[in-house]
């Protein structure tokens, strides 16, 4: 029986566990060797924090004994579920292959590597070509971390787990399956989590700040354990003590399924943002909806992608608290009556319809070091009648198994699209229930500690994730009109003093609108409030564009049979921002122009950012030691500190250890890929990594358009030099995109091609992660060289997947777009791979036209080749198979215009980067300084600094530490 502990393969999965015997999966578990543990930069700050434990810690005993209903509740489901995954086969290797050997098979070509990186180096900072330069704020200063305050128990934590692994399956540690010991170990550290969570409550209601609710469909939050480990400043010691009672962190981490209700990008910003806003030290909700299946799984079959359900709550959740004293109800259909009272006032009631209750769960959001836990509240859907057993009245009966359905319905699923709208009903049922919920629970929670609701906006904002939340805007109207009485005016003024609405995409698909019918049906005395706002702003609009009817066209609220979102949070929003520089500037330049004109003083961008906490203290330890090692640890919540490793960047030590590091990381990977896709792939080769959703605009296509392109290559010049390269992919496409699930049959089938030709010699491996995630991305991006930011030019809002890979160390290759142009403007453009239109040539095409991607093919050989091999038999027997990829790079058939993302306009630039990603890499040193620099240089980019200019510019919260 193998069950040595690994050293620096981090995650495993269930997958290739799940056919273990029932005693492997007993003692895989067990970590037998004791590693030599080296000290992370949390545990090292904990460890000079002041003893406190003597205050905060509680007798074991009454912890355990301390258990909710829920928790119990909890935990007896989790007793009762088969215990399905076991934990990872142990393997035995380490890899510790030494820096020097890591490019060892490189070709020597120094000499044009060197001069290139001459001219790129003294090369002037990319030019930004648009006006956007001057719109960009002053610096953010981002507070300095403060001093620990939280302390640790690490006998207790042991004590803890030992109890609830008894209690909960009354088993031993060495009996109990690893899936148990994560719950164990879960509501060992919930036990800890929970004093925080009461004592920044207090302090929230002595302090009375101003809070802001993060109003948003979606929030990606991955798994949760390490994560609290790791802002509890309690990971080491927590891996030290499962490491003494015989288990092994990682293969426990691996138990906890992905909190994926989110798509992408989208998602896993509000989740970043918590982190931040707790790390911080504001008060903040986030508010989102539990689904049942969050985004679906994604199974390789064929090289075709197949979605299977996410039933992510299968096994419980350890971490959430189900609330029920916070039940709101939540109306949808019927019709509205009007009564008038004495004074001649209308009173409005919603009659004849359809109830659910929306019950809460909350999970515990923990900031890093401070003590502080906000709160993401995420609402259940319950019929508010159960069967009544005794009511066989036919109508009765009816109704009930109706609301029964209408509850079950409206959190079932999360929509798997990602910037696309679908329009679907039940779509606008579910952002409805929990945006009613929400505001109803905000309004209430402020009225039990203020009297004046005229002045709810100095305590409360709520910040709009896209339009998806934009009905908070009429639901605020209608509580304070129809249940506290106030007038439109003194509604109105309240409601836009509250809303604020963050637009994060251009893509026209994108873009909500309801049909009249839908909506009015759905939410009759919402309508009624959105059609008055209409009304109103039109006679706003009539009034600075006399006799303008174009105006009214292009701007209104209701028009042409649709309620259009985007203009109903802008002309309500006190605040409207884009997630880029480059984003903001085209939407007041070209998308929201006329808005623009109308309201300038509202438009802002808030350039998105990612918590380092996550993407490189948890996912990336190794490098994290090591930036620590460096510029101490005040990284971790300064991120701008870590520029400090600018000087080591040239430093030949430094080099090679930093190297080092990520070869391990690749090493990791590998190992990664080989229990997951069965490939070798050498860890001396470039990681070039694409990984995001698959959308068009995104251009995977290009990618590996590009990739076969080089295959012709080498099969045609052997004898031509090539640096061994590894292109990995990962990438769910919505259910329904077909040209994206094509292209990922793509990516197969020219992954199987390639992989399988030993006349290569393993130049070009090819591979596709299976179901891409939060919880793989993190050891995705640590070993990462090439980050594969290609998207066309103005379509990318921003990005944030660029921001992980800067941050650990992958040197970009991409279009000037999104956040893209402040990565380069931080990092210089000599240490990027920039290639392609730019946004006002994209722009500029598409508005006047003077692109055919016919006359590339026609005078390109190399293209053309490409493209007939996709429908000439090479990577399918069946010809037709790929066709539909083929025309739309070419006719008008399926779009309007063909090559709608210039894919084949950019081919060559890309190509001729690629080549120059070659070169550098050859030379090693360059290459370490150029990844150096990206991780250096990459302060801008923490969601911290997003966070404080949210807080400082839109939202004005107040500062709480405990
Ligand atoms: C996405 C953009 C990304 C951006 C994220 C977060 C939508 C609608 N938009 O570029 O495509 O990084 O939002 O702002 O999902």
Known sequence: ??????TTAKKETAKSTAKKTSTEKKTAVKATAKAPAKKTAATKTAAKAPAKKAATAKPAAKAPAKKTAAKTTAAKTAAKAPAKKAAPAKKSTTAKAPAKKAAAKAPAKKTAAKTTAKKAATA????????????????????????????????????????????LYRKNMDEATPQQVFQAVSYAIKDQIVDYWMKTQEA???????????????????RALGNNMINLMAYKDAKDALEELGVDINVIEDQEPDAALGNGGLGRLAACFLDSLATLGYSAYGCGIRYRYGMFKQEIRDGFQVEVPDNWLDNGNPFELRRPEYTKEVRFGGYVSVRTDEKGRNHYYQEGYQAVKAVPYDHPVIGYGNGIVNTLRIWDAEPVDCFRLDSFDKGDYQKAVEQENLARNIVEVLYPNDNHYAGKELRLKQQYFFISASVQEAVAKYMRNHKDIKKFYEKVTFQLNDTHPTVAIAELMRILMDEYYLTWDEAWKVTTKTCAYT????????????PIELFSRLLPRIYQIVEEINRRFIAEIEAKYPGNKDKIAKMAIVYDGQVKMAHLAIVA???????????????????????YDMYPAKFNNKTNGITQRRFLLHGNPLLADWVTDHVGDEWITDLPQIKGLKVYASDKKAQAEFMNIKYQNKVRLAKYI?????????PRSIFDVQVKRLHEYKRQLLNILHIMYLYNEIKEHPEKEFFPRTFIFGAKAAA??????????????VADVINNDKSIDGKIKVVFIENYRVSNAEIIFAAADVSEQISTASKEASGTGNM?????????????DGANVEIVEEVGEENAFIFGLSSDEVIRFENYGGYDPMEIFNNDPDVRKVLMQLINGTYAEDTELFRPLYNSLLNTLSTSKADTYFILKDFKSYAAAQKRVEEAYMDKKRWAYMAMMNVACSGKFTSDRTIKQYVDEIWKLDHVSL
């Open 1 to 6: 029986m193998a069950a040595t502990k690994k």
């Open 124 to 167: 002037k900072k990319a030019p930004a070509k648009t006006a956007a330069k001057k719109a960009e704020p002053k610096k953010v200063k981002i507070p300095k971390a403060k001093k620990p305050t939280i302390t640790f128990d690490k006998e207790l934590f042991k004590r803890s787990v030992l109890y609830n692994v008894r209690t």
């Open 204 to 222: 929230y209601e002595r302090e009375d700040p101003k809070t802001v609710y993060y109003l948003s469909m979606e929030f990606l939050m991955g």
């Open 503 to 514: 637009n994060h995409t251009i893509m026209a698909e994108a873009l909500e609108k309801w």
């Open 573 to 595: 929003g006190y605040s409207v921002n884009g997630v880029a520089r480059l984003h903001t500037e085209i939407l007041k330049n070209q998308e929201l122009k006329d808005f």
């Open 674 to 682: 080989k229990e997951h896709n069965g490939i070798d792939v050498d």
């Open 736 to 749: 329904g995109y077909k040209n994206a699930k094509l292209t990922i049959k793509l990516i197969n089938s």
């Open 804 to 816: 992980k890979f800067m941050l650990n160390g992958a040197v970009t290759i991409g279009t000037m």
